[in-house]
């Protein structure tokens, strides 16, 4: 495990850069890997998904896929693309402080 | 299978046992792989499900509407209710071409196919015996799917194909995924990118298909690429069965059985149950899983009616073969924590080459279509393969996988 120090604060975080604890997590914390990952300024839409995520997570210790995300965040998945590019539901789950989204085989 | 296996496992004083199935068509999904290119047919990979079913086990042919989870009921299409003790879930995934943009529009089934139902990859053996060239795309839209490494296979056996027919040099033949590499886990995904390459089959990697335009002939990604095509051949999204959605509490987002991973009781009710490719548990949608579910499934039923602790015995474990064209396949076998590796199967004495290819992998996916439907339908053990994935046989990674 290795540590990342962000806006100041330091926090444990795995190979990939996500925080290893989400009790770790702060607003200020998600602008910071959000500037990180090519994203200057978190708008409302981005906390729509962000919020989503995390919170689907904490209920249900499962982070939602882009497919579900599309479905249930209330943002098209397109859009969902030129909010976090790439890779959608990996960029927001790190951003929320939250483990990258488990793909299965 | 699963009715086959408790009815073994359960007196008829102990249980009745009823099946209720959509129709009396059941289709030997692997052998969909080997249509397109004339290696079998339709024909050869159907049979009646009444004959697959044990002597003490009731066949209801009907839709069902939904399951009320309170009540302990199965509502059918047809009005009738099904009281029940114990609920198995067994149904499957369903495709959803029409959740993809133009997927099914202009050019679905002339020139955009899929293999996964019967009537696509027959409609798709049709077209390659007439394809003489151009640019042949192979992708699939997202996870999760029935067995994932199926699209690869496909690719791999369209290079032999076109090889065999002598265009194979008129062909671009590339591979789109959504994945951000070949295959899913690193080991396996290097070394089948590794083959991929050795057989020119371009990769094209986190491609998220947000639509297909059989017209233009273009899939189209969420983040505007574009990969051009003359012949698409697609694996559309997968949710659960519709019935899922329709049953308050029993099913995720997509339809799949919310499944305790290790012992597939439902985390919505403690007399329901999910098997194969209806559950959410995190594992290949494959019919090697299904069969090493079997058993735990079976015995947790009977744990169950009996009063006694579930136990949570199932561990992840898929064993699938890869053909790879020219008469060879790779073997991979792998659980929710190990990933697949190389090594040999079914111990380091195995006769079968673990992550490589050979010949004999290749005769043991031909030898597998009886053992289904002479061992795995009829719910037999195989000897010598056991329900939890061995370490044995297997070359550990330098580093440990997440």
Known sequence: MTTATLSG?????????????????????????????????????????VNYMRTTYLDTGQAPSIRSLGKQSGVPIKELYALFPKGPAKLAAKIGGIPKPRGCI | ??????????????????????????VYQPGLLFVPFGLTSVEEIVRSRRRQIRDGVELRTAEVDHVDLEMDRVHLGDGETLPYDVLVVASGSRLQPEETEGMTGPGWMERVFTFYT???????????????????????????????????????????????????????????????????????????????AAKGIGLVTEFA?????GAG????SYDDREVPFDLLVTVPLHGGAAYVERSSGLGDDLGFVRTDPRTLQSTAKPNVFAIGDATNVPTSKAGSVTHFEA????????????GEPLEDGFDGHANCFVETGFHKALLIDFNYEVEPLPGRYPSSLGPLPLLKE???????????????????????????????MQMRGKKAAATASA
């Not at chain 1, 990939?16 to 200057?40: H, K, Q, S, V």
């Not at chain 2, 009715?3 to 209720?20: K, P, S, W």
């Open chain 2, 295 to 306: 058993e735990v499934l079976t015995e947790n039923v009977r744990r169950y009616l009996a």
């Open chain 2, 358 to 388: 050979s010949r004999l992998n290749h005769m043991a996916k031909l030898a597998f279509q009886s053992i289904y439907w002479h061992m795995l339908l009829p719910g037999r053990e195989i000897p010598g393969i056991s329900t939890q």
């Open chain 2, 217 to 220: 002939g273009r899939l189209v």
């Open chain 2, 209 to 213: 298909t947000g639509e297909v335009d």
């Open chain 2, 118 to 196: 019967p009537e696509g990859a027959a409609s798709l053996a049709e077209a390659l015996r007439s394809f003489d060239g151009g640019r042949v795309v192979v992708s699939f839209v997202d996870l999760p799917i029935k067995c994932p490494v199926a699209p690869l296979e496909l690719a791999f056996l369209a290079d032999w194909y076109f090889h065999d027919c002598g265009v194979r040099d008129d062909v671009e033949l590339t591979f789109v995924t959504p994945l951000d590499g070949a295959f899913t886990k690193p080991v396996a995904s290097e070394q089948l990118a590794g083959l991929l």
């Open chain 2, 1 to 26: 299978m699963i009715a086959n296996r408790l009815r073994r496992a359960l007196t008829i004083d102990e249980a009745a046992i009823t099946v209720v199935d959509r129709d009396d068509m059941h």
């Open chain 1, 9 to 49: 604060t330091t926090v444990d975080v795995d190979a990939e850069g996500f925080l290893t604890d989400p009790a770790e997590w702060t607003e200020e914390l998600a602008a910071a890997i959000g500037r990180e990952n090519g994203i200057p300024e978190l708008t409302p839409r981005h906390w729509q998904v």
